[in-house]
Each structure stands twice: as C-alpha cells, then as structure tokens.
C-alpha cells in the first residue's frame, strides 16, 4: 500500500459481519468461547500506525483506501478485546484531523508530475483516476480540475501515498464520477505547481476475443464446500477425460480435525485446560473430566483412568476442605502415565487457585460440520485441462482459497474450467486455447480452513494447523489459531527479514514456524517444480478490486522491495493486465481501478512469503494476483462500497462470472506467449 493513514472514524459495515454463516461464538463469550468478531471499516493516522497493526495480530483484509485529510481507512475483522486497543495501537475514533498545510522547499513553486489520466465507462457511468507527484513531495496539497464532453467539469483533492517512509506520489481517494468523458485535466498545487494532460481510457488493452454462436458460461449456482469443488472437477474429469486429468497433489492436509478440549473451573487462577492427546474425531470426543471431593480429611490429590472418564480426586486439608490449585491438579494430570489427556493452566496465569469439584465435563473438539465432512487429512486436488498435457504447450495455474473465508474466489476457477471445457467443441477460440495451453486449475488450496470458515467460524483466514503453545491453545483461543498460507512461502519471506508477516501463531498473518512448514504452500510450489512449463499464474483472492504482481513485499527498514521486473517485464505485466481487464469488464461493466492495477507493494502493501512472489523470482511464472470484488459505486450516497469476503450469492455470482472471464483471458495471453 502507498499511503497508510486512517481517518478517525470507526464504522460497522452495513450488515455489520460477514454474510453466509454466521461465528460460531455467541454475541457474550464465556472462558471457553471465542470472542465474536466484525467487519468493521478501521482509520490509522499514519504507516507507523498501520505498522503497529500488522505487528499487533490484527486481521486487516485487502481493501485499503487512503483519504484526503492523511489517513487511511482499512477494512478489518476484530474481536472486541482489539477493538477496545485500537487507540494504544494508534487508531483513533476523534474527527478527522484538519487538512495539512502545504509547504514548498526554499519558496519556491513546486514542479507537479502527471503520471497517469485515465477514464473509464462502467455500468455506472463515467469516472476518473489520476495519479501525479510532486517535487515537495508528501506535504503538496494536489487538486486536480478536469474539462470534458458535453461540458462536464469539476474538480477534487488528491491524497499523498507514503509507505514506510517513502513518498510514491499522489492519487485521488477513488475514481470520481464525472458526467460525461473527461479529456483534459490541469493539477494544481498550493505551492504554485502546475501541470495539464489530456486524459486517456482505461483499461485500453486488447479487447475480449468474440465468442462463437452458442458459446455457453454461467455454470455456478451457490457456494461450494472443499467436497462439492472436489466433486465437481471430478465430473469434469468423468465428461471430459480426453481433455482432462486429476492431479492428486503429494502433501495432506492436517485435515478438518482438532483434539478435544474442556476448561475445568473458574479462568483464570482456579482454571485448567484439558486436551486430548488424540483427535476429538479419533476418539477425543468421548472422554470426560471430573473433579471430585474425596469426602475425608488429608487426602493427597490422585488422578485416575475409568473407562472414558479422567477423575481427579482433589487433595483436602485436616479440615477436608479441598486445597489442590489449578497448577497442582495440571502437574497431576500430566504426571500420571496412561492417560489421553494433557494439562495445562490458563494461558499465562500461574494456577494459584484453588480448584473446586466439578461434574464430569465431556471435552469437544468444537467442530460444527455434518458427520458427512471428513475429518481426515484432505488431499488437494487439481484439474488439467489442455488437447495435448505433455509439457509441451504453455502451463496456466489457477489456484484460489489460500485464505479460507474467501467464498467467491473458488468459484471463478470452477466457471473457467467449465466454459473451457464445454465449449471445447462448438467455439473455435475456445478450440485453439486448449490446443496451445496446458491449464492446471486448483479450486481449494486451504480445504480445511474452508470447511472451518463454512461450518464452524466464517471468518477463518489461516488453515488448521494449530502451532500455538499450551498458553495460547485453551478453547476461547479456537479462532485464532492456523497459519496464513499466503505467508507461508519462501521468497521475501518473514524470516528473510521482510516485512507484512507475523511471528505469532494468533496474528491473522501468521507466516507459521518456518517457509513451506505448511503442506498447502509445499503444494503449490510442488506443481510449480513438477511441471516446468507452468509460465503463468493466477492466484485469486478477495475482495477490493485489484490486480497484481511481484514484487510483493519489501525489508521495513529502507522500504527495499525483492527485485524489480525490468522495464520489457513490467511493460509486459502491465500490457497483460490491461487486457485482461478488458475481459472482466465485458462481463458487467466492472473496472479494476488503475491506482489497483501493478505491483504488490505499490498498489496495496507488503505481504512477506506470498506465494506470487516465489513463482515469480524461484521459477520464472509470471504470477499475477485477483482481488475479486471491486467496490460498487451506491449513486445514492455517491460512495464506493465494499463487498466483503461472503456477498449475497447475487453479487458473488457476479463476480465469479467476471473474473472467470479475466482467468480465461489470461489463458489466452498464455496461449499467444513465445520464450524470449
């Protein structure tokens, strides 16, 4: 992201969380559930701020969107505890600060640089997009006035993009609306600057090729579950098996399963942790804990095994008072050998409490899914599609739902995969792109923080993995827990010093314990080593409205991003981008804005050990990320609005339809590619 500041102003998004299922919390959590959470629009003052966020845990998702007092609104998903910290970790819910004064070096008149004057006609009308700079940098105060067709005119403010320190220029908030085609605009800066361009359409590029007569799409119906994806590809496979195959990929999940759990007593001092060392699946489920009186004087505290049942008879005085504390009935527990349980305080807490009896408590792995959901490790399954899968045309890999709660992202491949291969026979261009290309289509990356994200907690990021301490891993902490699988990789990495990931196993952007210590991102790489003629890639992700390339992430100190593509790559990029963009924009009229269209760390933020990045600098693919679902423009207010992860089917529907378009326009960039 360029500039990170965030008004002050926190809001709930209309409809406050997420749509689809609902947090398995309820709205006032006890000890042992988690805290509910809510997708709510957060404003940070400046990058050290944002800086402190990301370090902090906080779940910030992709829609960042400066604003013209300085700061930046940032969409998030929080619990009430992080709400409640924001103003220590610098967010603030004052009004907005009062505009910046402008300042000039030695007096004199800034020189103002256009760099790009873009409009474009969507479903909503005309809009337009202008980014410049300025030789004062950061404190220019930028307007930009434009003239255009049938008279249309008007002006508005530009923001300054400042990211860890560096000034990348200024842009306007968002696209605005203009009545008619804008052609020429004129900046302005309080500091006597002035430049003038005409202005130029977006996307340009390519258009979509023509379709033939009967061309079919529109094949998705409803969100789809890791299994129904699965069965999905698979009966593509059945129908298609001349221009198809399977590919099982080598490494299992740690699958929809967690060991078993109960919080004895009162949290935090007179609490105790109890987990299976099996799977609740595996048999964790049926064991039970009980704390009992031994009902005479100078009992010692003994722990026993009946059947499914952990008893623990707690030590009692001369008096025959029960003494045993939370930390001596944990030390019991995990002292005596052949049980199926391990013991633990709460989280930090030494356990000084003194524990009371207590029923028999049965302990839950806390998984809501039907019994039909498999528990077992999942093993990710990918379609190949192409006349001729021998290595010899050029490989396209799609792969979506490295992030769990991102419903719609999944579905664009599955739409791609049946335009391509039901239309193979009766459209030509069709014909000719799976005579050149070589297509490998994985719909779910992350199929157990998917089924998590369906069933249990919707807005489930990570996988399932749980690297959390004892400390961290009471069940209130369920939530928190796995790794973001998009962190996980091994270019630009956490450990490598760059910055956009997490160290700790509850942060949102947990990068996990080491590069590729995840079986998901070890899957995806391994497709890339497998087949060497994979040239391109697409990894769909929500929601905001980007397009994306390396390099994805930078070193803090310095903001030193991986490598730039050279100048003939990063025309190539962005030449490519345009025309898929063309693609997406046939759909429904939906453009992907131009200050979103580019690198990773120009247009959005540092995401260290993403998986583009490995691809792109480890293997030679040109990686390119989708950030399905723009924002809608409400004419209403006047406002761009966000989608969130789980949109009505209606809107996610949408999107799918047009991003799908995008993915096949991609295919054909692949299919016209020619080694240099």
């Not at 730039?564 to 939906?590: C, D, K, M, N, W």
Request: overall charge negative; some cysteine.
């Amino acid at each position: 992201m360029h500039g990170l500041r965030v008004s002050a102003v926190l809001t709930l998004i209309v409809g406050a969380a997420f749509l689809g299922a609902q947090p398995s919390a309820p709205a006032v959590a006890g000890p042992a559930d988690p805290e509910p959470v809510s997708l709510v629009t957060i404003s940070v003052p400046d990058a050290a701020a944002m800086e402190r966020l990301v370090e902090s845990g906080a779940d910030l998702t992709e829609r960042v969107r400066p604003q013209p007092d300085g700061s930046v609104q940032v969409d998030a998903v929080l619990t009430p505890t992080q709400l409640a910290a924001l103003p220590q970790l610098g967010a603030s819910l004052a009004p907005d600060a009062a505009p910046r004064a402008s300042t000039t070096a030695g007096g004199t008149r800034d020189r103002i640089v256009i760099e790009r004057a873009v409009w474009y006609k969507s479903r909503d009308g005309y809009f337009l997009s202008v980014e410049a700079s300025s030789s004062a940098a950061q404190a220019a105060t930028l307007t930009v006035a434009w003239k255009g067709r049938r008279g249309t005119s008007g002006q508005a403010e530009m923001v300054a993009y400042v990211d860890a320190g560096a000034y990348l220029g200024h842009q306007l908030t968002a696209p605005v609306p203009a009545d008619a085609q804008p052609t020429r605009i004129t900046v302005t800066s309080a500091g006597g600057g002035k430049a003038e361009a005409r202005v130029a359409e977006w996307p340009g590029g390519d258009r979509p090729a023509k379709t033939g007569p009967g061309y079919q799409k529109d094949f998705v119906t409803q969100y789809m579950t890791p299994a129904q994806l699965n069965e999905r590809i698979r009966a593509l496979n059945r129908r298609y098996p001349k221009l198809t195959e399977l590919i099982a990929l080598p490494y299992r999940t740690n699958g929809y399963r967690r060991h078993a759990q109960a919080l004895i007593g009162t949290a935090p001092a007179a609490a105790v942790v109890i987990t299976s060392t099996a799977y609740g699946s595996e048999g964790g489920n049926d064991l039970s804990v009980e704390l009992t009186d031994p009902g005479t004087p100078g009992s010692p505290l003994r722990v026993s095994i009946d059947g499914k049942l952990v008893a623990v008879s707690l030590a009692t005085d001369d008096s025959g008072a029960p003494v045993s504390t939370a930390a001596q009935v944990a030390a019991a527990i995990n002292a005596t050998p052949g049980l199926p349980v391990r013991a633990s305080v709460y989280r930090t807490d030494p356990g000084a409490g003194v524990m009371a009896p207590a029923p028999p408590v049965q302990l839950d792995d806390f998984l809501s899914a039907p019994a039909d959901v498999s528990r077992a490790p999942a093993q990710v399954l990918a379609l190949r599609i192409g006349s001729r899968r021998d290595g010899s045309r050029t490989g396209v890999l799609a792969y979506a739902q490295e992030h769990a709660r991102e419903w719609v992202t999944p579905l664009v491949t599955i739409e791609a995969a049946e335009r391509l291969l039901r239309n193979h026979d009766r459209d030509k261009a069709t014909r000719r792109l799976l005579d050149r290309t070589d297509i490998f289509i994985v719909p779910t990356v992350n199929p157990d923080g998917a089924n998590y994200s369906f069933y249990d907690f919707n807005a489930q990021r990570k996988n399932m993995t749980n690297h959390c301490p004892a400390q961290q891993a009471d069940p209130a902490a369920r939530n928190t827990w796995g790794v973001d699988v998009n962190r996980n990789y091994a270019v630009g990495s956490l450990s490598d010093g760059y910055f956009g990931a997490s160290a700790s196993c509850q942060s949102g952007t947990y990068a996990g314990p080491s590069e590729h210590s995840e079986p998901e991102s070890r899957n995806v790489i391994w497709l890339a080593q497998r087949y060497r003629n994979i040239r391109f890639a697409m990894n769909v992700h929500s929601y905001g409205g980007y397009f994306m390339w390396p390099p994805g992430a930078y070193r803090l100190d310095g903001r030193v991003t991986l490598p730039r593509p050279t100048r003939q790559e990063e025309a190539y990029f962005l030449r490519s981008a345009r025309t898929i963009e063309q693609a997406i924009v046939a759909e429904r009229g939906t453009v992907i804005w131009p200050q979103q269209t580019g690198p990773v760390t120009d247009v959005l933020y540092s995401a260290a050990g993403n998986s583009a990045d490995e691809l792109w600098y480890d293997y030679g693919v040109y990686g390119w990320d989708f950030e399905v679902g723009a924002d809608l423009w409400n004419p209403s207010t006047r406002r761009w609005e966000g989608v969130g992860f789980q949109p009505p089917f209606s809107e996610g529907h949408a999107e799918a339809m047009e991003f799908a378009a995008g993915l096949i326009s991609l295919i054909g960039i692949a299919a016209d590619y020619r080694e240099p």
